[in-house]
């Protein structure tokens, strides 16, 4: 048993922790494509750096132990472990995804798996009622994500995976917003937990990488099979850049929140401002669900400006903060979600879920909130008509 009960102590102690060879604290980078064999039929440990290596195999242990679930797979990108996972499904299966997705997860979809006959409906996941009558026979799973992007919102995980349960479905979290330090979706019934670990896991901007961790050992049968056979596996040295970053998880998260309620606040608060998407602020929808299943509301926030304010002299306006993709990097990043990360969502659908010309997604980072705040107030004065 570990000596250890804390999650703050299994970021830095869980999983594989040091070599056993050398003594190392750190699991070395295993920067090799094979491993010589014994003889034959010996069934070596190791065999060939796609199907096992040693440095990747840390990090999805740490992963599967962070997020209680049965097994971890690392991929080379959030897209690449959400593939796998979709993967699972046959032609002529469906899958539901929230109202409100990464761009990213509903143009594969869309543009990808349909050509392999597996389809796809946009559900209202607040909505229980109405979810429930969503899941035809051909419902294989749901895919939804809580915080969703870019509009933060909120869905009763605990509530929608009893959902997908009782219609035999699998439920699918996207925790990239989260991370297990601040939610654990397979504690509240998840089947499977995906992250973009290139975000608050790895947390510097330096590394592209995906995680997925299943609940039980049927679906860590198959999906492994799927890793192994698919081949978008994780390197062993961003694998060992991703276990370096989850070490700092905790004080990082802890900062990123800190900074988002400050800022959310005074953004709420701003005469310029027309709506703020944080569900750390009272009165938020899904206020209360997210209490109820998160530890607090995340670091994200999105909002909209007045009519009578240029959003375009605000992104060139900032000074400290940065306009570029991603998000939870230990500096702030502003994003214009409807030409960059949603773009590939059709106008008419990203105008039906809110997802407006006017929208900014903002991912604080971990700089002095004065900073920060004198940043948002100046790019918000410049930009004034």
Same mark, same amino acid.
């Given at each position: 048993?570990?000596? =250890?009960?804390?999650?703050?102590?299994?970021?830095?102690?869980?999983?594989?922790?040091?070599?056993?060879?050398?003594?190392?604290?750190?699991?070395?980078?295993?920067?090799?494509?094979?491993?010589?064999?014994?003889?034959?039929?010996?069934?070596?440990?190791? %065999?060939?750096?796609?199907?096992?290596?040693?440095?990747?195999?840390?990090?999805?242990?740490?992963?599967?132990? +962070?997020?209680?679930?049965? #097994?971890?797979?690392?991929?080379?990108?959030?897209? #690449?472990?959400?593939?796998?996972?979709?993967?699972?499904?046959?032609?002529?299966?469906?899958?539901? $995804?929230?109202?409100?997705? =990464?761009?990213?997860?509903?143009?594969?979809?869309?543009?990808?798996?349909?050509?392999?006959? $597996?389809?796809?409906?946009?559900?209202?996941?607040?909505? +229980?009622?109405?979810?429930?009558?969503?899941?035809?026979?051909?419902?294989?799973?749901?895919?939804?994500?809580?915080?969703?992007?870019?509009?933060?919102? /909120?869905?009763? $995980?605990?509530?929608? &995976?009893?959902?997908?349960?009782?219609?035999?479905?699998?439920?699918?979290?996207?925790?990239?917003?989260?991370?297990?330090?601040? !939610?654990?979706?397979?504690? +509240?019934?998840?089947?499977?937990?995906?992250?973009?670990?290139?975000?608050?896991?790895?947390?510097?901007?330096?590394?592209?990488?995906?995680?997925?961790?299943?609940?039980?050992?049927?679906?860590?049968?198959?999906?492994?099979?799927?890793?192994?056979?698919?081949?978008?596996?994780?390197?062993?040295?961003?694998?060992?850049?991703? /276990?370096?970053?989850?070490?700092?998880?905790?004080?990082?998260?802890?900062?990123?929140? #800190?900074? *988002? %309620?400050?800022?959310?606040?005074?953004?709420?608060?701003?005469? *310029?401002?027309?709506?703020?998407?944080?569900?750390?602020? *009272?009165?938020? !929808?899904?206020?209360?669900?997210?209490?109820?299943?998160?530890?607090?509301?995340?670091?994200?926030?999105?909002?909209?400006?007045?009519?009578?304010?240029?959003?375009?002299?605000?992104?060139?306006?900032?000074? +400290?903060?940065?306009?570029?993709?991603?998000?939870?990097?230990?500096?702030?990043?502003? &994003?214009?979600?409807?030409?960059?990360?949603?773009?590939?969502?059709? =106008?008419?659908?990203?105008?039906?879920?809110? /997802?407006?010309?006017?929208?900014?997604?903002?991912?604080?980072?971990? %700089?002095?909130?004065?900073?920060?705040?004198?940043?948002?107030?100046?790019?918000?004065?410049?930009?004034?008509?």
């Amino acid at each position: 048993m570990p000596a =250890y009960h804390a999650i703050e102590s299994t970021l830095i102690h869980g999983g594989v922790y040091s070599d056993p060879l050398t003594g190392s604290v750190n699991v070395p980078i295993y920067q090799t494509s094979t491993f010589e064999q014994q003889g034959l039929g010996q069934n070596p440990t190791w %065999e060939y750096s796609r199907t096992g290596n040693p440095t990747r195999a840390a990090l999805e242990a740490l992963i599967a132990e +962070l997020e209680g679930g049965t #097994a971890g797979f690392a991929f080379g990108s959030g897209m #690449a472990a959400i593939t796998a996972v979709l993967s699972l499904f046959e032609s002529g299966d469906k899958v539901l $995804i929230s109202s409100n997705v =990464y761009g990213g997860t509903f143009r594969v979809l869309d543009k990808v798996f349909r050509h392999f006959g $597996i389809s796809y409906d946009i559900a209202d996941t607040a909505n +229980l009622q109405a979810l429930d009558a969503a899941f035809e026979p051909a419902v294989k799973a749901i895919l939804l994500e809580s915080p969703a992007n870019p509009l933060l919102t /909120i869905t009763d $995980i605990a509530a929608v &995976c009893d959902i997908a349960k009782a219609h035999g479905a699998l439920a699918i979290v996207d925790n990239t917003f989260m991370t297990p330090y601040l !939610q654990r979706p397979l504690q +509240l019934g998840a089947d499977i937990v995906v992250h973009s670990a290139t975000k608050y896991l790895g947390g510097h901007s330096d590394v592209v990488a995906g995680l997925a961790v299943v609940r039980d050992e049927a679906l860590a049968g198959r999906l492994a099979f799927i890793q192994n056979s698919t081949g978008g596996v994780l390197g062993p040295l961003d694998s060992f850049l991703l /276990i370096r970053g989850i070490k700092t998880l905790a004080v990082r998260m802890d900062r990123h929140v #800190a900074n *988002a %309620e400050r800022a959310a606040a005074f953004l709420d608060d701003n005469p *310029a401002v027309k709506r703020v998407y944080y569900p750390g602020l *009272a009165g938020a !929808q899904g206020h209360d669900i997210n209490r109820k299943q998160a530890k607090n509301g995340g670091a994200m926030i999105s909002f909209e400006l007045k009519e009578n304010y240029n959003i375009r002299t605000f992104f060139t306006s900032l000074r +400290l903060i940065a306009l570029a993709e991603s998000l939870g990097g230990v500096e702030s990043l502003v &994003c214009h979600p409807a030409s960059m990360t949603h773009a590939s969502i059709p =106008y008419e659908v990203r105008q039906k879920v809110g /997802i407006t010309d006017g929208l900014i997604r903002l991912s604080t980072g971990i %700089e002095n909130i004065e900073d920060l705040l004198d940043d948002l107030m100046q790019a918000i004065r410049a930009s004034e008509e």
